[in-house]
Structure formats: C-alpha cells, structure tokens
C-alpha cells in the first residue's frame, strides 16, 4: 500500500532514540524535549513552545487556560478533523460552527463577519450570543491542510468583536502568511506530531506562544501541576499532558529534516498540477499570494470523487475522502452552525486527498498521476 502521507524517518532518528534508550533517559524530562522545544519556538519565530503529548491535548491545555468552560461557546469551522471540536467540548464549551469558503476551503470569513455583526453583541468589553446571553470568549481558526486564510482580515474581526485567537495550526508546520508563521497569530498556536503530518513523534503536540505567563502555565498543567521540586504537592488540577523524552528525541531529527520535507511537498504539488490540470473537472485548494503553504496534502476537487477514490484504493494507492464536516456527525448535530449553501457538504463530496509522502518516488507519483486520468 503507498501511504497517503506517511513517516519519513531517514534522519537522526534512530541514532537519538538510542541515547535514550542507552541512557535511561526515556520518560517525562529529558534533554530531547527542552531542544524539542527550542527548535521550535526558533522555527516558528514565538518565544516559547511547550510540548504535549498530542494536537488534541496541546489545544484542550490551551482552552484550559483560557478560563473556556461550559457557560461558553468556541467559533470553530464546520470542516476540521474531529480533535478541533473534541478539544472544545472536553471543556463542556458549546461549538458555534463556521460555513467554509468555496475557494479555499478554510473559515469563511465573509460569513463570519455577518455572523459576529448580526448574532452577537459587545457586553462589558465580551462578546456574547444574543439569542441566549452566552459568551463567546474565543475563536479557533484552523489552517486547513496548511493553508491560511487572509488573517490580517482574520485578526482584525477578532480585535473588534472582543475574541481571543487560538489557532489549530496543527497541520500547518512550516505554513507562513505574509512571511508571518501561523501559529504565531494568535494568542496561542498548536502543532501536531501525528504519524500523517508533516513531521511525526509517532503521537505528540507543541504549544507556541510570546506570552511568558502561559507558557509557564502550560508546562505547568500539562505536568500534573506540581508546584514543589520535592514534595507532591500540586497547586490545581492538572494533566499528564507532557510530550516523552524518546518521543521529543525523533522530534529534533525531524526537526533537522523539515526544510526539506516541505521541499519535497512543493514538489509534489507541482508534479500533481502539472500532469492533472484540464483533466475533467480537477481543480485544487485556492492559496491566496500572501500564503506560502506547507502543501501537506495536497487535495483536488472533482465531481468524480467516488470514482477515483475507489480507483486509487483499489490499485492499493491510499487516498481520503475529505473530513464529514462537523455538522454532520450525531455529537454535533445540536450544535449552532452558521451558513448559507452548506459549502461543507458540497466540499466534503467534492474533495479528496491523495498520496504524497515525503519518501515517494517520481515513479509512484507519475503512476497515481495515470491512474487519477483513468476516471475521465
Ligand atoms: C492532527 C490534527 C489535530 C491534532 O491531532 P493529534 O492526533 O491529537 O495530534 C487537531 N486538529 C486538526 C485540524 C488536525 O488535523
């Protein structure tokens, strides 16, 4: 089976595992994850990063600290994977989900300013939900598949409207807006070390900030609380959120090869437009000039969705229908969701992601490549 987008692990990795294992240093601290997290507050231009043991738990840690909690509602898109919207309600949070743009994709951002303009009102410097009186306290855009909407828009209707932006840019290392990285937009951003992202810890996360007190805070709660080097005492409720030394230590060799991972993922892209553009209908994620996007999996929208997915799968080429928007899924279905058309469904019908792995060959590229024409 070629991966859909799968570990590249043809660096450092095993030689730094080993001093791990070699030296015992495996668990909770370790020298991996403070160089971890230094690579990537430099990477990223914030001051400070915080590994977690995941995405999810990077974002939940976030919310966490921002006081969300269950009298709230969070902005998120309707198209997102699923850790976006779980990490929400753990907090008991309501979801108020957001339509997405036809072009690329990502938060609609006419629509949202429709949104917070009309269906919301500015009450002791917060903004609320008129048709309940509930709180909304923070938005989550998400940079979908790397790519970034037009955040200086973004950041602007935030300001206005009283919202605190936490990013999940857990799909968007390596991903810039005018030169900017995201995750360094708002207050917090997030990444994700999945085995399918671009670069992987085999599970495991970062939080990125300028803020001092929260990063503080957060290796704070993500390490049970523990408020003495020596006693057990713990000053609140904490979680085992941390990120493990062995993991942080194929992070750092990860980290030494991610210029050319994203080398590699701009290649791809252009190999994928150059063969399939004016095949059928074949169109792909619109990416806006000030963008420079990760191209972390490059996705192309075609009216014979079904058709190639089961033609690629079927020649053992793993390729994946887009995320059943949130909408769409029984926990969510009570949940507010602010549209229009209902783009969500019309892109989650349209959209599919295909094989594009840093380690695939030319060969195999050119071979998905034939294999996509075959449906038309
Ligand atoms: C990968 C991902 C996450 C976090 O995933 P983990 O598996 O918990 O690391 C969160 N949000 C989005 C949009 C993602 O793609």
Not at 55 to 72: E, K, R
Not at 77 to 96: D, E, M, Q, V
Not at 269 to 291: A, H, M, P, R
Not at 357 to 373: F, G, H, P, R
Request: glycine share 8%.
């Amino acid at each position: 089976m070629l991966l859909l987008s799968g570990p590249n692990m043809g660096g450092n990795e095993l030689k730094y595992v080993s001093e791990c294992i070699e030296t015992g240093w495996v668990s909770s601290v370790g020298a991996y994850v403070d160089k971890f997290e230094k690579l990537s507050a430099e990477f990223t231009g914030t001051k400070y990063a915080v590994a977690t043991s995941s995405g999810t738990t990077a974002l939940h840690t976030c919310l966490v600290m921002l006081g969300v909690n269950a009298n709230d509602y969070v902005i998120a898109p309707n198209i997102t994977f699923i850790a976006t919207c779980n990490s929400i309600k753990y907090t008991g949070a309501g979801l108020i989900l957001m339509d997405a743009d036809e072009q690329n994709w990502q938060m609609d951002l006419n629509l949202l300013e429709e949104f917070l303009e009309n269906e919301t009102e500015q009450k002791k410097g917060a903004c609320h939900l008129k048709k309940d009186g509930k709180r909304i306290p923070v938005i989550m855009p998400v940079h979908v598949l790397g790519n970034m909407c037009d955040m200086d828009r973004l950041m602007a209707l935030a300001q206005k409207h009283n919202l605190v932006v936490l990013e999940d840019s857990t799909e968007a290392l390596g991903s810039y807006y005018k030169g900017k990285h995201a995750g360094s937009f708002g207050i917090m951003g997030t990444f994700s070390y999945n085995g399918n992202k671009i670069i992987t810890t085999g599970g495991g996360g970062m939080i990125i900030t300028n803020d001092e007190p929260l990063a503080k805070k957060a290796k704070h709660l993500t390490t049970q609380a523990k408020s003495d080097p020596f006693e057990y005492i713990h000053d609140e409720i904490g979680y085992n959120y941390r990120l493990v030394n062995v993991a942080a230590a194929m992070g750092v060799a990860q980290m030494e090869q991610l210029p050319g991972f994203l080398k590699r993922k701009k290649e791809i892209i252009e190999f994928y437009k150059n063969e399939l553009n004016g095949i059928g209908d074949i169109t792909w994620q619109e990416v806006s000039n000030d963008v420079n996007p990760n191209w972390w999996l490059p996705t192309l929208k075609t009216s014979k969705q079904r058709e190639v997915l089961k033609l690629l799968n079927d020649a053992k080429m793993q390729s994946r229908p887009f995320w059943v928007p949130m909408n769409q899924l029984r926990m969510f279905k009570d949940e507010l969701y602010y549209h229009k058309t209902n783009r969500s469904d019309f892109i989650y019908n349209h959209c599919l992601s295909i094989p594009c792995s840093t380690n695939i060959s030319q060969a195999q590229l050119k071979a998905v490549a034939d294999k996509i024409k075959e449906a038309y």
